[in-house]
């Protein structure tokens, strides 16, 4: 069953929490675990939901699947879809580094390079696909 779109308005408002939170508390807005540790759960659960959202509408298809354990996967990038067991394009990364990537206020190629972001499969590369929002 599919979720539920998240509203807008709703993703932006909670994303607008996180960097007001950050900025209150001197936090360097463009360090995505630092961002991510500032607010609680659901607001975290929420921006990384959203954002993924965004990904999956800004780049239709199920050729590469996106991961960002506990809060939630896409599948995402027009080509070859995947339908059984594990899917041969995996990109997988913790929230703080997915929301500095949404963002862009990291760079696919520095997240690759520093291992903040794990990819497998020749097709697993969103260097064209982020940001998936304007700061």
Same mark, same amino acid.
């Given at each position: 069953m599919a979720r539920a779109r998240i509203d807008d308005d709703l993703g932006r408002a909670a994303l607008t929490t996180m960097l007001a939170?950050?900025?209150a508390n001197g936090i360097d807005q463009a360090d995505g675990?630092?961002?991510?540790?500032s607010?609680?759960?659901s607001t975290l659960a929420l921006v990384v939901r959203y954002t993924l959202q965004l990904?999956?509408?800004? /780049?239709? +298809?199920?050729?590469?699947?996106?991961?960002?354990p506990p809060y939630a996967a896409v599948q995402c990038v027009e080509g070859p879809k995947h339908t059984r067991g594990t899917p041969p394009n995996v990109i997988e990364t913790d929230a703080g580094t997915w929301i500095a990537l /949404?963002? +862009?206020?990291l760079s696919w190629?520095?997240?690759k390079a520093s291992g903040r972001v794990h990819a497998s499969g020749q097709r697993a590369d969103l260097t064209g696909h982020l940001p998936v929002l304007s700061t």
């Open positions: 939170i950050a900025e675990p630092a961002l991510a540790a607010v609680d759960r990904l999956a509408e800004q /780049a239709p +298809g199920g050729t590469v699947e996106v991961r960002v /949404a963002r +862009g206020t190629a520095d997240a």
